[in-house]
């Protein structure tokens, strides 16, 4: 897209070059077209240069330009656009007002110098010269926009021009062509001089004000609104009662208009008492925003009674109403105000009193935490939930005691979220040991909640506490200590870990146990430990088939080749490597594999696989990526696109084998008690039962990569 | 994109589950409410706008829909198609306005349409969920929050990365780079760096059309009202519709459409939800008065010397997300800070936000992106489109919220509207 108007750009130009050569005298090239072949400018730095030169040229070379625009559709003149937008954004920058002047009074007789029958006359060019004066004109540019507001197609954008001069001087010839104005323009004039509060214009706006239209009849209203006559006061109260729906509301909305204009000429007192009747006019339910209005207003204008008000509003049954009205206080600050809510909320009804409570929360005066506390005991959730907040937001680590028991003793599932959420806001130094002594008594439904918490504050020093939950008898409680033990246990706990996973009771605990484990690896840096089986250089470490494979840019190759395997037996490890597949690659990761024998079945066969090849579309679930060959199924999906690096992780302590890749555990499993009774594939497997073995690639005649292969054995 | 090593986005995957597994999502409730609602006390919605993003409004679940607007009889039939029995069409807005029955108005119109709706909504005791950006002007902007607030309305912007979903690049959600910034780990003031190295494109495609020669306007498209406040224009297919971000009367190309996605999270975690910033600095061709193009670099600075940097040239592929004196941060939650994870750990979480609209709506508590930090926002996304437009530096006044010593450019924050329509 952005192609093609350059095209249309260059060709733009081309034209008007032709053009203002021809418009210039014989032999003699205008200076203007070499300066708009370079536009537009690609640079703010440009832009100056080009803007600059041409503003020097004067308002002959403005005039050209000019001349140059043309009807839309009838030809190009973009470069002509962007000569004279430029322009005006040049020149209305600070300190320029010479060039700004030059130019606005440039665009001004090229709209009122305009010959009929020519481009310039046309209604569109014309817009677009009067929107360059929305950037630069000033009162000098007035008298030619003024008369231009008899015209029925132009006084629209002339108004707009006038508009964002906005002086007095504008709003004056808006006001006087108004006098003039007919049917066809008086909407835009009225909207115009109401807009720049023309009060001279009163009388003849009083009178379009009882139009027919509904249209000029509201706009006239919104004019006498903004101007804040009182001519018109009783005009709009009638309005604003009327029963039309859109008219009452629009109406409504500009009488509160006018009753801000009052109040900002003095008249404060007429203001509220029309305030006041508002509030008795507009009682319907779907009008509580003009009492919220009126009462903002109320507020605003009353000073010390306006919170004598706001405290009674806060009292009404109007949800709206009443917020508004707690809105309205939650700015006004002060410790006998908070005082007064206090008082407030203590004989309120449920809802209310939930809802101040909320709103001293938000006012964040401290003086309202003693309610706030008391609150976490309301017999009401409703206020229990308010005060939760607010304790948390006015107490601090004071909130902490009152918190926890809230979550102690808490009756649903929404409230302890709320409590534990509210308490993740305090400090650590108030929470965490609060928690870890609250932990071993509380009730095995909060139990859950206090070990997330520590585990989201890192309370690694809470570790043993953490370990005690795993004795619990309830099997969340287990599993949420299981989750916290996955962020606070380290690599001297693994042990302990891998010996509670072989004794997990169910699959949910068995899998978070697995978790916990998968985490804890995963926080262990490659420098603890871990050896280099790979050195990037050559096969050293490595026997088999060394031929099949080779080192290529510190990768090894499989090019294609068989099996090749380690110099050393490894027993428990975690091994970390990447590989990079070809399409419909085929190898295997050997583990436990001894000497001599079958890799697949007397040792053990982690499948290496593009399972996304359309030859292995019908794949037993043995035998996707990751899968203990035959044995256990890996999750499929985590592996990335063919010819991309992927990272897998495999942990093997005793049965129990983890393969993680790219970041998801793929495959979690005692592969003995998988194979029990038989293993999936039919086949014999004594290599389940080995303890150790060498490891190895296991080559099905394809090619494909491996890089950083480095192994930590596990004690 | 810089590509990185399987290695490093398995870790950090890794290293951000691990530290922010424990991060909880905000139950609903937080902040205190009446429970559940039953189904006599159902919210209604109307949807205002249903030719794009419209139609997935009508779609979002949590109130009824009862009617649709639109000013393209087509798209208005294509979606009362779609739509459940009982939901009524209107070409004017006004109307369903009037409506007693409808609690809530969703507006998903052409950004020029925002204010003059949200205001008028409000003012008819709707509350509202509009589509970004917030306005097409800063001046529209104040009008909205001015009118939201006077009629005690709740207000939602159409973004929800401050407060849901993973932020792009980033693997979490923003709640963990908010803590991060508060914790004061890497110092003050901060740099944050928004463009393509850090995971945000700035798709600009959505550039207009010169020179295109008008067309007559389809019978179904009621193209007087569709420009509504906009200067008048000849119509041509391109400039509505799907392709109206390339036109600065009613939008601002991939600023105006992604600027608030992108900046509105990064206002939440700097802490700027009630300022602007007083300098912004940009690097940009000249534009056309009526089509929007690209530009190479916007910069904003905050008074507290904390600085946005919108890249639209992602040259710098080794650029921090967020730099601070002290410590950087990298798409991908990578830092400089060694153990950072474990060190966050250690801090509080952000304060909870209301992050269900119509729970916001029946509770009358503030939506956590709403009509005063979502203009806030959205100011960034204006002040940019300004100094684009412009091609020049500015100053601004927070407080005010008007330039310092550039009349010109004031009059770009209240743009003249076409009558009748006014804010």
Known sequence: MRRSTHTRITMARGLLVLFLSLAATAGAQSPVTGLLERLPAQSTAEANQIFTELAALGPEAISDICAGLVPPGTGDDTSARYALSGLAKHASRAGADSERAMLAASLCRALSDAQPGTALADVQVRAFLMSQLELVGDDASVPT??????????????????????????????????????????????????????????????????????????????????????????????????????????????????????????????????????????????????????????????????????????????????????????????????????????????????????????????????????????????????????????????????????????????????????????????????????????????????????????????????????????????????????????????????????????????????????????????????????????????????????????????????????????DNFILRFEFKLTPGANNGLGIHVPAKGHPSYDGIELQILDDSAEKYAHLKPYQYHGSVYGVVPAKTGSQNDVGEWNVEEVIVKGPRIIVNLNGTTIVGADVVKAATPGPMDGHEHPGLLRETGYIGFLGHGDVLEFRNIRVKPLK | MPKKTPLSRRRFIQQTAAAFGAFNIVPRHVLGGPGHIPPSEELTKAVIGVGGMGRGHMR??????????????????????????????????????????????????????????????????????????????????????????????????????????????????????????????????????????????????????TDVPPEPVPPELDYDFWLGPAPYKPYF?????????????????????????????????????????????????????????????????????????????????????????DGKLFRGFESDIPHLKEKLAAFPDPEPQVTDFYEAVRNRRKFALNESNGHRSCTLVNLGKIAVRLGRNLRFDPENQRFVGDDAANRLIDQPMRAPWHV
């Open chain 1, 145 to 570: 926009l003024s008369a231009l507001l008899s015209d029925e197609d132009l006084c629209e954008p002339a108004t707009q021009a006038l508009l964002a001069i906005g002086t007095p001087a504008a709003a004056e010839t808006l006001g006087t062509a108004l006098s003039d104005a007919t049917d066809a323009t008086a909407v835009t004039l009225i909207k115009a001089t109401g807009e720049l509060r023309y009060a001279p214009a009163v009388p003849t706006l009083l009178h379009w004000a009882i139009h027919p239209d509904r249209k000029v009849r509201l706009t006239s209203l919104y004019a006498l609104a903004n101007i804040g006559a009182p001519e018109a006061a009783g005009m709009l109260a009638a309005a604003a009662d009327n029963g039309r729906p859109y008219e009452r509301m629009k109406a409504t909305s500009l009488y509160l208009l006018y009753i801000r204009r009052l109040a900002a000429q003095g008249k404060e007192k007429q203001a509220r008492r029309a305030c006041r009747d508002l509030l008795k006019t507009h009682h319907d339910p779907g009008e509580s925003n003009v009492r919220a209005a009126a009462l903002a207003f109320l507020a605003q204008s009353q000073g010390r009674t306006a919170k004598r008000a706001l405290l009674a509003a806060a009292e009404s049954s109007d949800k709206e109403y009443r917020n508004a009205a707690l809105d309205l206080a939650c700015e006004i600050p002060g410790e006998r105000f908070t005082k007064k809510w206090v008082r407030k909320a203590r004989g309120a009804a449920t809802e209310a009193r939930a809802d101040i409570l909320a709103m001293l929360g938000r006012r964040g005066d401290k003086a309202a935490l003693p309610l706030a506390l008391k609150a976490l005991d309301d017999a009401e959730q409703p206020v229990r939930m308010a005060a939760i907040d607010a304790s948390a937001r006015l107490g601090g680590g004071a909130a902490v005691p009152g918190l926890l028991k809230t979550l102690q003793r808490a009756k649903t599932d929404e409230e302890r979220d709320t409590a534990k959420c509210a308490l993740l806001r305090l400090p650590t130094e108030s929470l965490v040991p609060a928690v870890a002594e609250a932990l071993p008594d509380s009730p095995a439904d909060t139990q859950p909640a206090l070990l997330d918490i520590l585990a989201a504050r890192r309370a690694t020093g809470q570790l043993d506490t953490v370990f005690a939950a795993i004795e619990s008898e309830d099997e969340a409680v287990r599993i949420a200590a299981f989750n916290a033990l996955g962020v606070l246990a380290s690599e001297g706990d693994l042990a302990r870990l891998f010996g509670l996973l072989a004794e997990a009771p169910s699959e949910d605990e068995e899998a978070a146990a697995q978790d916990a484990v998968v985490a804890i690896v995963e926080q262990i840096p490659d420098s603890e430990g871990f050896i280099e089986l790979f050195n990037g250089v050559d096969l050293t470490g490595w026997r088999g088939d060394t031929d099949g494979y080779s080192v290529e840019d510190g990768v090894l190759l499989c090019r294609p080749g068989g099996n090749l395997f380690t110099v050393d037996e490894y």
């Open chain 2, 60 to 209: 979002y679940g949590g109130a009824r829909l009862l009617a649709a607007c639109d000013v393209d009889e087509g798209h208005l039939r294509k979606a009362l198609e779609a739509a459940p029995d009982g939901v009524k069409g209107y070409r004017d807005f006004r109307e369903v306005l009037t409506r007693p029955d409808i609690d809530v108005v969703h507006i998903a119109t052409p950004p020029h349409w925002h204010g003059l709706i949200s205001i008028a909504a409000a003012e008819a005791g709707k509350d509202v969920w509009c589509e970004k950006p917030m306005t097409r002007t800063i001046g529209e902007g104040q009008r909205v929050v001015e009118a939201i607030q006077r009629n005690a309305r709740m207000f939602r912007l159409n973004t929800w990365f401050r407060f849901r979903s993973g932020f792009y690049g980033f693997g979490t959600t923003v709640a963990p780079i908010k803590k991060l910034v508060e914790s004061g780990m890497l110092g003050w003031p901060l740099k944050v760096t928004i463009g393509e190295t850090t995971g945000f494109g700035w798709k600009f495609y959505w550039s207009g059309k």
């Open chain 2, 237 to 325: 297919p391109h400039r509505v519709h799907g392709s109206f971000r390339g036109y600065w009367d009613y939008d601002g190309g991939g600023l105006g459409d992604m600027g608030q996605h992108y900046i509105d999270p990064v206002q939440y975690f700097l802490g700027k939800d009630d300022t602007s910033p007083v300098e912004i600095e940009v690097d940009a061709p000249q534009q056309h008065p009526d089509a929007v193009s690209s530009w190479r670099r916007i910069r904003m600075k905050y008074a507290d010397g904390c600085e946005i940097i919108l890249d639209g040239e992602g040259k710098d592929k080794n650029v921090p997300y967020i730099e601070g004196p």
